[in-house]
């Protein structure tokens, strides 16, 4: 009796190459990692008792993605406001367009837009520069008031680059 094996060869080689994902550290050491230069707040709304940061890196065969998140708590009052910053090298996950759908238009400085919403969870405030997408992100807890829509603008209207050698 004779047998035939045969095999299918499969594309062995993923999408996704280099992953890295870092969960909360100091901020120095995350901005260590960054491809990019973010620009940075120099106003956040909210009495900072504890500032971390994570991060998703990886590379696809389209190019590079990587999303910096800096957390800014309050313990005491349970409060976070996150900001969140992406670089896509193709511009294939936000676009204007795709960060505007929903969302209430606002002028920021600089010319720049940006796009506010609000649900039961989260009041959020996107905008892109510089080739990143950015947003902050104000959680509400339960109970928790919400921010004045001006303080996640004025908190966007003072951002600031980061220097190559890490200070503000």
Known sequence: ML???TSCKTNSEGSTT???????????????????IPEIPIYIPIDVAEETASLESYETK???????????????KQQLYNLIITYDETDQIY??????????SHALEHGIQGYYEEDDDAQSLWWR????????????NEGQ?????QELIQSANS???LQPNGTR
């Not at 190019?63 to 005491?76: A, L, P, S, T």
């Not at 676009?95 to 209430?104: D, L, N």
Request: hydrophobic content about 35%; cysteine-free; charged content about 25%.
């Open 145 to 149: 008031p919400k921010l004045d829509k």
């Open 3 to 5: 047998i035939v094996i």
């Open 62 to 76: 389209q190019g590079k993605f990587q999303e910096v998140v800096y957390h800014h708590r309050n313990n005491d």
């Open 18 to 36: 280099n992953y890295v994902h870092v969960t909360e550290q100091p901020v120095e050491l995350i901005e260590s990692k960054l491809e990019f």
């Open 129 to 140: 520069n510089n080739g990143l997408t950015y947003r902050f992100v104000y959680f509400l």
């Open 95 to 104: 676009s204007e367009q795709s960060i505007a759908r929903g969302k209430t």
């Open 159 to 161: 951002v600031v680059p």
